[in-house]
């Protein structure tokens, strides 16, 4: 399975991150389809060039012309004046073989959780974190997810 082999090489390069997005919310519990697989990682140079690395590694390219230092260098800049939320790796083999490294959340500065899954360990974003990130989203589809983890974090009580 794809997220496994993510995980994988993310924990093998000692990447920092948490699955959030699409994933995050099936993980958690809810009914949710989806393709690519969302992550937020340390912000720092070190991180977005391992993380880039490790992608590469596995068969995945930047679906635009920049490199780790660039997004690192530019982030608030690509943010504010291109509307860049996230950095977006694809298989040209495989469209189904898609990653975003969301670079508007620093994985620091949120709460997570360590799950194994077949064998694979794998970093998931607490639900209340990610209820706050699809709430600052807003998009219908993250309303529709944050009424489902509501009720799963309600059950959970």
């Known amino acids: 399975m794809f997220l496994y082999e993510i995980a994988d090489v993310f924990n093998k390069k000692s990447i920092k991150y948490a699955v959030v997005g699409g994933y995050a919310v099936a993980l958690h519990g809810a009914v949710r389809g989806t393709v ?18 490790a992608l590469e590694s596995i068969g995945l390219k930047s679906r635009i012309p920049v490199n780790a230092k660039e997004i690192f260098n530019f982030r608030e800049e690509y943010i504010r004046n291109r509307n860049l939320i996230a950095w977006s790796f694809f298989d040209s083999k495989n469209p189904l073989r898609q990653v975003d490294i969301l670079i508007t959340h620093d994985v620091n500065k ?3 959780k360590h799950i194994k899954i077949n064998h694979h360990s794998l970093s998931l974003i607490d639900i209340t974190a990610l209820i706050q990130m699809k709430k ?11 009424k489902a983890l509501m009720e799963i974090q309600s059950n959970e009580k």
Request: charged fraction near 35%; glycine fraction near 4%.
């Open 36 to 53: 690519d697989i969302d992550l937020v990682i340390e912000l720092s140079l070190e991180s977005l060039t391992a993380a880039e690395a």
């Open 136 to 146: 600052e989203s807003g998009r219908p589809q993250d309303l529709e997810d944050i």
């Open 110 to 112: 949120l709460k997570t």
